[in-house]
């Protein structure tokens, strides 16, 4: 098997429940959530409009059990409870999502804590998932007679296979409260785009051709808890020990011995080694640059408009309408629905704007 280098080393994922001891919201506050909740229940919960909630703008959904509201962009999830519980579960909850976490952990955090001290008084946060992840350049396909780990085969789903035809495109080992998933992230974006990771590996050292394969560890809360993680500053702190433990004693990748029939004591492979290394990067985000994300959402963009566009000029020629009409016959459709293109582009500029920007800035 080649060599394999690793890129970078990141928390992709986190879920935080904050506790408040004083919700700052109105009943005119909460009057609004409700009124706009039920208005995107009636749109069938699109996802196409965004509402402003405390300066910044969100869809909203709506919730089930002890959370009332739900308010997601691309950045994050916050899901709100009605009241207060006296700490008998989060009141608040938090799923920060990878791009927001790409721009760096510590703002990351910065941003959503600051906006929520606006209308919540936190006494108190608690880290309940987190995933540690490195991407490496190259092929990460096991041998999985050199694999031993400690999730046992009576556990739920311990092990998994996925493929794409015969080709093998990733692992699944562990499941419910400790998971690992080593698979070719290069593949996966081709269906979820996500393109700015690409700039993101090329600044790590990509050279832009080889597959990229990511190792993610999923840890829920009981977890963490054996880890003593409660707070953000607990988790940066304590994630290079949490990497060396899940890589070198919870699942290793082994090199078979002839003289040693005890799988524990074969050595590391190589390809392992490069593995267990890579927690030396794990907080060193320098961040993928915000105006690289918004022009890969132009450039995917850029193509639906050109063969749009071409085909309402194709058959404009052919009814021999003048195509400097175009922009008119524009108006016309936004006037027949009781709107102007400014306030249309207006709209869309929220929901392609990210989430500690300021919208309307630019026009």
């Not at 207060?84 to 608040?92: D, F, H, K, V």
């Amino acid at each position: 098997m080649d060599s394999i280098k690793a890129l970078m080393s990141i928390i992709d994922t986190i879920h935080m429940g904050f506790y408040p001891s004083e919700f700052k919201l109105t009943e005119d506050d909460f009057k609004y959530l409700e009124e706009q909740k039920q208005l995107s229940k009636e749109s069938g919960f699109s996802g196409n409009d965004l509402i402003e909630f405390k300066g910044k703008y969100w869809h909203i959904t709506s919730a089930r059990k002890i959370y009332a509201y739900v308010l997601y962009n691309d950045d994050a999830t916050i899901k709100i409870a009605r009241k207060l519980s006296g700490g008998a579960y989060p009141e608040i909850f938090v799923e920060f999502r990878s791009r927001l976490l790409l721009g760096g952990l510590t703002d990351a955090y910065l941003i959503i804590r600051e906006w929520i001290e606006k209308w919540a008084v936190i006494s108190s946060e608690k880290v309940s998932r987190a995933d540690l992840t490195t991407d490496f350049q190259g092929d990460l396909r096991l041998d999985m007679d050199n694999v031993v780990m400690r999730c046992r085969k009576n556990d739920t789903n311990f092990e998994s296979l996925h493929r794409e035809g015969r080709r093998i495109t990733g692992y699944t080992f562990g499941s419910g409260e400790l998971m690992l998933r080593i698979y070719d992230k290069t593949q996966e974006l081709k269906k979820k785009g996500k393109q700015y990771i690409l700039a993101e590996w090329e600044k790590h050292g990509w050279d832009k051709e080889s597959e990229v394969w990511r190792v993610e560890y999923q840890m829920r809360r009981e977890v963490l808890k054996q880890f003593k993680i409660e707070t953000l500053q607990d988790l940066r702190t304590k994630a290079p020990d949490m990497w060396n433990y899940l890589t070198k004693e919870w699942f290793t990748v082994r090199q078979p011995s002839v003289t040693d029939s005890t799988r524990s004591r074969w050595s590391y492979t190589e390809l392992w080694e490069t593995v267990q290394e890579s927690f030396k990067s794990f907080g060193e985000l320098s961040g993928v640059v915000r105006e690289k994300i918004k022009q890969v959402t132009l450039e995917k963009l850029v193509p639906q408009m050109s063969g749009l566009v071409t085909s309402c000029m194709a058959l404009m020629v052919k009814k021999r309408i003048d195509i400097r009409e175009l922009l008119k016959i524009i108006e016309n459709d936004c006037d027949r629905k009781g709107k102007t293109i400014e306030t249309v582009v207006r709209s869309k500029l929220r929901r392609y704007a990210l989430f500690e920007e300021s919208y309307f800035e630019a026009i």
